[in-house]
């Protein structure tokens, strides 16, 4: 049987205070970020950001205990998952390849080469393609496989998403099933479906999957949850973590929260749908300043579901995916990462100043770290790149 290397792509994120600035770091000297006319500037205006933003985005790490446990989580999950794959009979590794942080996607390149791995699977840990997520790890992969003659040579089957396979939907609707079981009265709880927002040009121009797999895999999930509990419960599905001025997808987080507020519902379910590990956006966002917003709004009940992390049942369907993957078909980066012709995610015949329609793909991404006051002022034009002429 081949050796198989099974990498798991994800974000990353500082695992300690004085990582925060590094992270920022990594994140900005990324071209495909901030484009500049001169790449000359590119490292320096990187140290710039990173320098201002760290201050603000420490304080945020703080308040979950001083870093991300993203690291912490995928690792586990794994070390969890090749042991389920090995269990099967497969002669399975497992290997985490972070956008950002360590351990970056060389990292897991270089040890899936020195581990003589004879066939690789992708998984994403992102159930719902976005391209800022997936399709970013994709291609970030994907430059790496074009450099490397002998990593290029590996058979590579991807996984581009899973938010409708059955292991999937039924580890959420387990985790989800117990939080309103909890509730006084089981049958009337609200269940409030939160995944990360991108902005509406993602969907409408850019012809991004995501908002039709996020809204597919809720309405699964529910009918999952009205045949396990018997009954079928009312739901909302909103858009959290949006920055900037542009319009990011509706209905936003805060606004749906106050809205549940004022017609009266006491009892919520909080599902982070589109995370399957804790992280600043669950731990920070949702459990602090969303749960702040719904009691202000008179919601007495906030019961958060835990993300699914190494939950058994979460565990034993990303093995069923690989071994699925391994049965098919060769898959490689391009298929995976593809989107529609029109698409132009690297437009080349022309430079703009600060942020063209290249480096705006990857406004998801920052996102993703809880930039947005930063975003406020670079976006406005009233923030220090303005005033330094970059702008």
């Given at each position: ?23 920022l ?45 993203l ?15 090995r ?24 040890d899936?080469?020195?581990d ?30 074009q ?94 973590s ?65 993300a ?27 298929q ?50 303005h ?5």
């Amino acid at each position: 049987m081949a050796k198989v290397g099974v990498l798991l792509l994800n974000l990353g994120g500082p695992e300690r205070i004085q990582d925060v600035g590094p992270f920022l770091y990594n994140l900005f000297s990324d071209p495909e970020i901030i484009r500049l006319p001169n790449p000359a500037l590119q490292k320096p205006l990187a140290w710039l950001i990173s320098t201002l933003r760290a201050g603000k985005s420490q304080e945020a790490y703080r308040s979950i205990g001083g870093g991300s446990p993203l690291r912490r989580i995928t690792e586990q999950q794994a070390r969890e998952l090749q042991s389920e794959l090995r269990t099967r009979g497969i002669e399975a590794t497992s290997y985490v390849a972070m956008r950002y942080w360590h351990p970056f996607t060389e990292s897991a390149v270089a040890d899936i080469k020195a581990d003589g791995v004879e066939e690789v699977v992708v998984l994403p840990l992102y159930p719902h393609f976005s391209i800022s997520t997936s399709g970013s790890s994709f291609r970030e992969l994907q430059r790496l496989r074009q450099a490397d003659s002998c990593f290029s040579r590996l058979p590579i089957r991807c996984i581009r998403s899973y938010y409708d396979d059955p292991g999937y939907v039924g580890a959420m609707a387990g985790l989800i099933a117990r939080e309103i079981q909890a509730c006084p009265e089981p049958s009337k709880a609200h269940v409030f479906f939160s995944a990360h927002g991108v902005p509406k040009s993602y969907v409408e121009e850019a012809g991004d999957p995501y908002q039709k797999e996020i809204e597919a895999c809720a309405q699964l999930i529910m009918e999952r949850l009205d045949s396990d509990l018997g009954f079928a419960n009312p739901f909302t599905l909103a858009y959290q973590s949006r920055v900037g001025p542009v319009e990011w997808l509706r209905p936003y987080t805060d606004d749906a929260l106050q809205d549940l507020g004022a017609a009266g519902i006491k009892d919520l379910v909080v599902v982070p749908i589109s995370f399957v590990s804790e992280h600043i956006e669950t731990l920070e966002e949702i459990d602090i300043e969303y749960r702040e917003i719904a009691t202000e709004a008179g919601i007495i009940n906030f019961r958060r579901v835990p993300a699914l992390d190494t939950t058994p049942a979460f565990i034993n369907g990303l093995a069923d995916l690989v071994q699925q993957a391994m049965a098919g078909p060769e898959v490689n980066l391009d298929q995976a990462a593809e989107l529609p012709s029109k698409v132009k995610l690297y437009p080349q015949d022309k430079w703009a100043w600060g942020w063209n329609n290249s480096s705006e793909v990857w406004n998801g991404r920052l996102a993703m770290v809880g930039f947005s006051a930063f975003l406020l002022e670079l976006l406005s034009g009233k923030g220090p790149l303005h005033a330094l002429g970059l702008l």
